[in-house]
């Protein structure tokens, strides 16, 4: 069964910064690229960024460039975000997933690829 587990979510003033993680099980983690997608209050799925099977790869959103930073180890089945100099209009539940994407492009839904439960972010002073 494939699990895909995020954690490091919380409640961050502007400026701050958060690491989330993203504890995968039940597949081949090292042969898959993998991505955050977020969803922020009454809004859709976004694409926040991407990263190749051996991380070599990365992709990100442009308003997230520079403030976001992904990366994985592979020897650990994990897929890390880090997030500094975080803003009010990153607050959202933000995702892990299977999906691989190298630009921004509509997601519908949640049915095809694996998907985390997700982690809340709030960033509010």
């Known amino acids: 069964e494939v699990r895909l587990v995020e954690s490091g979510g919380g409640l961050v003033q502007p400026g701050g910064s958060l690491r989330l993680s993203c504890a995968a099980s039940?597949?081949?983690?090292?042969?898959?690229?993998m991505s955050w997608v977020r969803q922020a209050p009454g809004k859709g799925l976004g694409w926040v960024s991407s990263?190749?099977?051996?991380?070599?790869?990365?992709y990100y959103l442009e308003s997230v460039k520079g403030r976001f930073a992904i990366s994985r180890d592979n020897a650990k089945n994990t897929l890390y975000m880090q997030m500094n100099s975080l803003k009010t209009e990153d607050t959202a539940v933000y995702y892990c997933?299977?999906?691989?994407?190298?630009?921004?492009?509509?997601?519908?839904?949640?049915?095809?690829?694996?998907w985390g439960q997700g982690t809340q972010v709030t960033v509010s002073s």
């Open positions: 997933t299977t999906r691989f994407q190298a630009a921004p492009a509509p997601i519908a839904n949640m049915e095809s690829h694996n």
């Open positions: 990263i190749s099977s051996r991380g070599v790869l990365k």
């Open positions: 039940g597949f081949a983690f090292s042969n898959s690229g």
